[in-house]
């Protein structure tokens, strides 16, 4: 033991990741969660029988999870199963084409040359590409800290070699030319709040990640993993504090000192991890005077990752051709994603992507029921959009959408249904602008010159989550915990 306390805000995967972490480094470590459950954005919705994860679907980086039980020489199956999926994604477009993408590099050969023959050769040049990115921005740099402004400039010539500085639409584009294809196999950045026509191409390293180890399902859903955790935590003495939201970040001469909690109450500590939105953090729980590089006036100009509005919906029937994760691509690409991420308008039109944990795994739903979650990306609150005006309207445009095309007689089969809108995702996780990710991931906002993951200028104050490097998604967020401990560890 090291005889010294640290305090982590936030219980997301980021926040869970990171008390684990200090645990093995010796901390005596606590917890402060201002929601009723762990998890974050991996919450879980419990609703007339039926399992709802909130936010994260897709598993990849299995050894990330692993690697937090073997820190306690413990196994991560015996806590949570695993199950491989295939396909990974059913693209689904508006002329009625599926595009199945995962399995083999075969099997995802053969489903492109269904579109164009052409493309075969184009697509292992790109799996060939994502791997050299893969290698150098999963493998070298996602664990470890962007905190010296010399050691990102160092990584400019190989960042260049790997054409970072082309977007991942452009990129993909090189290789792939038919458009159905060339969308599906561009909208990665979109699951970590990126429009693919700004994102940095090195986020095509995702194309590689899931080719190595594949897309995954936890049985009984993401929240058996946080229930996974949550038993590991207890078991390693890492206490937490649900309902306990902090309002501030103490710091004294320089460094920060503990918490105080909404209800006032101070909570002093060696170190305090935060793995809130790093924005809205910086602009609202440290007092002025102690701000630096991340001033409120700077953190307002920062560009953030798009809203979400996600609907959770059971079925009283099952829709049993419907694949486990399925993308409904709507006519619009180009137009659409300028809508959310530029003009910040609600579009009539949508691109959506369904979720039916059920195709894997019955216990989600009661007997003979399907469970969904259907999320479109829409703009973040720096739009104008009323929500509480339009939500209700938008939902049914979903539905209706859907029954149209793939969930026939969705709407006379409907059991159970509720939403967030980007309202809910500031105020349920104190989400700046309700953005879905943080900031966004693009190239400016990358390594160095995202949140550093130690404070520039606090000693003794460390950030975890999507806004910080290496960035959203839950490979990310975990990897930000390893960053956080090889910072310790130097
Ligand atoms: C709908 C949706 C679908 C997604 N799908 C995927 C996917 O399939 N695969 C994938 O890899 N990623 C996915 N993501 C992204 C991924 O879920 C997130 O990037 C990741 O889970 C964020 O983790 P985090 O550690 O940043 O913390 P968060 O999950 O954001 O949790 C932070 C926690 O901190 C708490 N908190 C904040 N401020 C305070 C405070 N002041 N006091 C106390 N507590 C505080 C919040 O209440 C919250 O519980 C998805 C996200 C969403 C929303």
């Known amino acids: 033991m090291l005889n010294k306390t640290a305090t982590v805000i936030g219980s997301g995967f980021g926040g869970i990741s990171?008390?684990?972490?200090?645990?093995?480094?010796?901390?005596?470590?606590?917890?402060?969660?201002?929601?009723?459950?762990?998890?974050?954005?991996a919450r879980v919705f419990k609703k007339d029988g039926y399992t709802f994860d909130a936010g994260p679907t897709v598993i990849t980086a299995p050894f990330l999870f692993d690697e937090l039980f073997e820190l306690f020489k413990k196994k991560r199956e015996d806590y949570v199963k695993f199950r491989l999926l295939n396909p990974w994604y059913s693209f689904y477009f508006q002329d009625g084409n599926y595009f199945n993408y995962g399995?083999?590099?075969?099997?995802?050969?053969?489903?492109?040359?269904?579109?164009?023959?052409?493309?075969?050769?184009?697509?292992?040049?790109?799996?060939?590409?994502?791997?050299?990115?893969?290698?150098?921005?999963?493998?070298?740099?996602?664990?470890?800290?962007?905190?010296?402004?010399?050691?990102?400039?160092?990584?400019?010539?190989?960042?260049?070699?790997?054409?970072?500085?082309?977007?991942?639409?452009?990129?993909?584009?090189?290789?792939?030319?038919?458009?159905?294809?060339?969308?599906?196999?561009?909208?990665?950045?979109l699951l970590l709040g990126g429009n693919p026509l700004d994102t940095t191409s090195i986020y095509n390293l995702i194309h590689f990640l899931e080719r190595?180890?594949?897309v995954f399902y936890a049985m009984g859903g993401t929240g058996a993993i946080i229930n996974a955790f949550k038993k590991l935590m207890k078991e390693e003495k890492i206490r937490v504090n649900l309902n306990s939201e902090v309002s501030q970040i103490l710091v004294e001469n320089k460094k920060a000192v503990g918490i105080k909690l909404k209800n006032n109450k101070n909570i002093h500590s060696d170190l305090v991890i935060s793995n809130g939105d790093p924005a809205f953090v910086y602009s609202n729980m440290i007092e002025d005077k102690n701000l630096k590089r991340w001033k409120k006036s700077k953190v307002k100009?920062?560009?953030?990752?798009?809203?979400?509005?996600?609907?959770?919906?059971?079925?009283?029937?099952?829709?049993?051709?419907?694949?486990?994760?399925?993308?409904?691509?709507?006519?619009?690409?180009?137009?659409?994603?300028?809508?959310?991420?530029?003009?910040?308008?609600?579009?009539?039109?949508?691109?959506?992507?369904?979720?039916?944990?059920?195709?894997?795994?019955?216990?989600?739903?009661?007997?003979s029921c399907d469970c969904f979650y259907v999320l479109s990306p829409v703009p973040n609150l720096?739009?104008?959009?009323?929500?509480?005006?339009?939500?209700?309207?938008?939902?049914?445009?979903?539905?209706?959408?859907?029954?149209?095309?793939?969930?026939?007689?969705?709407r006379k089969n409907l059991t159970t249904y509720f939403f967030m809108n980007?309202?809910?995702?500031?105020?349920?996780?104190?989400?700046?602008?309700?953005?879905?990710?943080?900031?966004?991931?693009?190239?400016?906002?990358?390594?160095?010159?995202?949140?550093?993951?130690?404070?520039?200028?606090?000693?003794?104050?460390?950030?975890?989550?999507a806004g910080t490097h290496p960035g959203a998604g839950v490979p990310g967020v975990m990897s930000s915990a390893k960053v956080l401990e090889n910072i310790l560890k130097n």
Request: no cysteine; net charge positive; charged share 25%.
């Open 212 to 214: 190595k180890w594949g």
């Open 382 to 410: 720096i739009s104008n959009i009323n929500w509480r005006e339009i939500s209700k309207e938008y939902m049914n445009a979903i539905f209706l959408a859907l029954e149209k095309t793939i969930l026939p007689d969705l």
């Open 301 to 367: 100009k920062l560009d953030f990752s798009m809203g979400l509005f996600v609907i959770y919906f059971g079925t009283k029937k099952k829709y049993n051709n419907i694949a486990h994760h399925t993308i409904w691509m709507g006519k619009r690409f180009e137009g659409l994603l300028n809508d959310i991420f530029k003009r910040k308008i609600l579009a009539k039109d949508f691109s959506l992507y369904l979720h039916r944990p059920t195709a894997s795994d019955p216990s989600m739903a009661p007997k």
């Open 18 to 41: 990171a008390a684990l972490r200090l645990k093995n480094l010796g901390y005596d470590v606590t917890i402060y969660e201002k929601l009723d459950q762990l998890g974050g954005r």
């Open 103 to 189: 399995g083999s590099i075969s099997d995802t050969e053969k489903e492109i040359s269904k579109f164009d023959k052409k493309d075969v050769e184009g697509y292992r040049k790109l799996v060939k590409m994502s791997q050299k990115i893969f290698d150098v921005g999963f493998n070298k740099l996602s664990h470890v800290p962007f905190d010296n402004f010399f050691f990102m400039i160092k990584q400019i010539p190989t960042l260049i070699r790997l054409k970072s500085y082309l977007t991942v639409y452009q990129l993909v584009s090189r290789y792939i030319k038919n458009q159905q294809i060339r969308q599906a196999l561009s909208i990665q950045p």
């Open 422 to 465: 980007p309202e809910d995702f500031k105020n349920d996780y104190l989400s700046m602008n309700g953005s879905g990710f943080s900031i966004s991931p693009i190239f400016q906002q990358s390594a160095w010159f995202r949140f550093n993951n130690k404070s520039e200028n606090i000693k003794n104050l460390y950030f975890v989550g």
